[in-house]
């Protein structure tokens, strides 16, 4: 079958939108090439179907049906690579973008397949979060294989923000930090009963009750995660406090809980939803109890609340994702008094860094579970949104409210006790002390 020939270099119009301060190499299989020979990260474009890709599709979409179905690679430092190309890329006024594209043999640019891990809209059951609909777009990200996550994530399974105390701090240390400051803000103690929506694989379930001495059931949609949790759960003998069920968290019956814990789950409930889904979880708490909400958050009102077409195509479909404020207000809204926001922005970048770490280091096994084209979308989906947070384009509030008691009362303490800062200097120089965490303001 006869392509045809370009009749313009790759490399020339590679060096019209990037521009040469982002020291990445690039060479084509026309044969040329551009950039340093020492660059650190090369981008080659290895098979027609890439251009041909990023004609049809423009932008991301375009750039990651490339990447994915290996027709366009980046090899050296992944992140490194992608970052200084998002960084320097140059505007291209249009006319001179219909003059590349008219130097482009169209006979080469035929409609190349779709990579097979691409989830279109139309391939998704039901209206938009509808039941259905979120438990297809959960499958497909998380329905992998629970040894490909291991691989990723690391022993503790944990697919959240971590929180680091150090720049040296091992993952697995931010990630069992991160669970333990969940359990300070919400004051677990023991005996108190605990919810953990979107459990995942159960860690959050497994160190309240396990630290914390809670009974702890969380809820899930992943049947693999389940089982995964319910093996752990057992081999660490907290059967008799901890409990992970594959269920829609709209379908908990139980209430009176002392503390609700949201760790990544916002992220595919939907703007819309919000106050459902708030709604709901204030129907499962006991006055004065707390829910800790922890979710990525969009820096800017001025972005879309959909994710962008790759990750909702090929990572979490449906995924949407609001400013703080949005969540701060659904949650006010609903009845909650809000007491304490924090933004873990950079810790996420750092969790993103040791994720992409652990895929590379284990590579072969993560193609052996998943297939090369599904790890070459999770390197693609952790290095760009690594690389989002690095820019302040994403960012991760952890949203702490209550649910007022009788004549208001909130059960926090006066100073609440949970992060590095105590005991605290005053200004004048004279230690301050905290209140006990259960000490109420009106005591």
């Known amino acids: ?25 690039f060479r084509a299989y026309d044969g040329s090439s551009a950039g340093p020979s020492d660059a650190a990260s090369v981008l080659e474009i290895c098979r027609p ?8 599709a423009p932008g991301e979409l375009g750039l990651a049906r490339a990447y994915v179905s290996g027709a366009l690679e980046l090899h050296g430092d992944f992140h490194a690579g992608l970052h200084a190309v998002r960084t320097h890329r140059r505007a291209v006024p249009w006319s001179e973008r219909l003059r590349i594209l008219r130097g482009l043999d169209l006979r080469a640019l035929r409609w190349p397949p779709i990579p097979p891990e691409e989830m279109r809209p139309l391939q ?35 697919y959240t923000c971590a929180c680091f105390r150090s720049p040296e701090a091992t993952l697995e240390d931010a990630q069992a930090e991160k669970f333990d400051l969940v359990c300070r803000k919400l004051a677990l103690e023991p005996g108190d009963r605990l919810l953990d929506v979107g459990a995942g694989w159960g860690g959050m379930v497994m160190h309240a009750a396990e630290h914390y001495d809670v009974q702890a059931l969380g809820v899930t949609l992943s049947r693999p995660q389940v089982q995964w949790a319910q093996r752990a759960i057992a081999k660490r003998g907290l059967e008799d406090r901890a409990e992970v069920r594959f269920l829609d968290y709209r379908d908990v019956a139980e209430t009176g809980f002392d503390a609700v814990s949201s760790i990544g789950l916002t992220e595919h409930i939907g703007v819309r939803n919000l106050p459902a889904y708030f709604n709901f979880l204030m129907s499962r708490l006991r006055p004065e109890g707390r829910l800790l909400n922890h979710t990525i958050t969009r820096a800017s009102n001025h972005q879309p609340n959909r994710v962008g077409k790759f990750i909702n195509r090929y990572v979490f479909p449906d995924g949407e994702l609001e400013s703080p404020g949005t969540v701060i207000s ?5 009845g909650f008094e809000v007491r ?19 895929l590379e280091r284990g590579w072969k096994e993560a193609v052996s579970e998943a297939g090369e084209r599904r790890a070459r979308v999770w390197r693609l989906y952790m290095a760009a949104s690594r690389m989002a947070f690095d820019l302040n384009h994403l960012e991760l509030h952890q949203v702490l409210g209550v649910r007022p008691g009788s004549g208001g009362r909130s059960g926090m303490p006066l100073w609440p006790r949970w992060g590095n800062e105590w005991p605290l200097e005053s200004r004048a120089g004279m230690r301050l002390t905290c209140l006990p965490e259960r000490a109420r303001l009106d005591a």
Do not use: C
Not at 1 to 10: E, F, N, P, S, Y
Not at 49 to 56: F, K, L, Q, R, Y
Not at 330 to 334: N, T, W
């Open 1 to 25: 079958m006869r392509t045809g020939k370009l009749t313009v270099q790759l490399a020339d119009i590679f060096t019209r939108v990037i521009d040469e301060r982002a020291g990445v190499a």
């Open 49 to 56: 179907e890439a251009v041909a890709h990023i004609v049809i």
């Open 124 to 158: 998704r059951p039901g209206r938009r979060h509808s039941r259905p609909r979120d438990a297809a777009a959960i499958a497909h990200h998380y329905d992998i294989s629970n040894r490909f996550y291991e691989v990723v994530l690391g022993p503790s399974m944990a």
């Open 330 to 334: 659904a949650m006010h809204d609903e």
């Open 340 to 358: 304490h926001t924090e933004n873990l922005r950079e810790h996420y970048s750092m969790t993103l860094r040791e994720w992409g770490a652990n």
